[in-house]
């Protein structure tokens, strides 16, 4: 604990010294969520993290979450310098969308517009018409199925199925996933259900179907925060990474806040509803990166150019 506070000074001393500003995601570990506030950064989803790096006036931007959400910082901002405290944290849904196939399958389908999950590299960005998270996709698709598109989706199957169950449009999906979300299970869910019949589910839309059936609200990690404050209801099951739960319970002292089922005592499980990549963030690796100005995200300037199309269409659309 002695050492943990010390980092956390020495880290909020370089943050000033650099003049830089930290955003994290809602997954990281506690100590970084909290730094980033307590420094005039931010927490957040993706979405309100590649906005807030974009228009906060400090040239040094260190960001606390997964490889994606870095390249977008650095696509939105390239005259900015991006750090991470580890370059290998990065995501199942960018490994299993490699631009080469991507792109041949986006030939296959030359009458869809290409909407990508903001979890994705800078080449299949680059490919996409538009670029959504779980926080805007439905509205996204809605609009673009309003006006007579087809849709190809990438590369998260259970949030692509959920949109299309949503809205009707008319999809077709990347066969990807979020190793954290698919390991939620229905049937084991069901029984927290009868044990806490008072509980509401708080469910993120990557997770499969029969789990999101289950749902009393179904949404993306912000969706999940107004759920917990505004529902009437005082327990409630969260089938997301249990980082969230810092700010679920921060947010909501007197709430109850219970971990949904995975198959966590399987030897199947690969992540047991925290995400291995998000966990690679640590307070040592930050100070670090700040003391020596290592770990910095570059992207080829031509290629940041037509990745930014898709993410400016984005933040337009959902300012
Ligand atoms: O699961 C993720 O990586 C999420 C929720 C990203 C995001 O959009 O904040
Ligand atoms: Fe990717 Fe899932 Fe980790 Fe989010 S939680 S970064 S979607 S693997």
Not at 224 to 251: E, P, W
Not at 256 to 269: H, K, M, R, Y
Request: glycine share 6%.
């Amino acid at each position: 604990p002695a050492e943990r506070l010390a980092l956390k000074d020495r880290i909020r001393r370089l943050l000033k010294e650099r003049n830089a500003v930290m955003v994290s995601h809602y997954y990281v570990h506690p100590d970084l969520q909290d730094l980033a506030e307590e420094t005039g950064g931010l927490v957040s989803d993706s979405l309100e993290m590649a906005r807030f790096g974009r228009d906060h006036a400090a040239q040094t931007l260190v960001v606390s979450g997964v490889r994606f959400m870095g390249e977008t910082a650095k696509i939105l901002s390239p005259e900015k310098r991006i750090l991470m405290p580890d370059l290998d944290a990065t995501c199942s849904l960018d490994l299993g969308c490699p631009s080469a196939e991507f792109n041949a399958f986006c030939d296959a389908h030359p009458d869809r517009t290409v909407v990508v999950y903001a979890n994705t590299s800078a080449e299949v960005k680059a490919r996409a018409d538009w670029l959504v998270t779980s926080g805007c996709a439905l509205d996204v698709v809605r609009a673009l199925k309003d006006q007579g598109h087809k849709i190809l989706w990438a590369p998260d199957k259970h949030l692509g199925s959920y949109i299309q169950r949503e809205t009707g449009a008319d999809m077709v999906f990347w066969n990807g996933a979020c190793i954290v979300h698919d390991e939620f299970k229905a049937f084991e869910l069901q029984a927290l259900k009868a044990e806490h019949p008072e509980a509401k589910v708080l469910v993120h839309p990557e997770s499969p179907a029969d789990v999101v059936a289950l749902a009393d609200a179904v949404g993306s990690t912000s969706a999940i925060l107004n759920a917990a404050r505004t529902m009437d209801a005082t327990t409630f099951i969260v089938a997301t990474d249990n980082g969230m739960l810092h700010k679920l319970r921060t947010q909501n002292p007197h709430k109850l806040f219970i971990e949904a089922p995975t198959a966590g005592n399987s030897a199947t499980c690969k992540s047991c509803a925290h995400c291995p990549w998000m966990a690679m963030n640590g307070l040592a690796g930050l100070a670090q990166v700040l003391e020596l100005g290592t770990n910095e995200i570059h992207i080829d300037p031509a290629l940041g150019l037509r990745a930014r199309v898709p993410i400016d269409r984005m933040l337009a659309f959902t300012a």
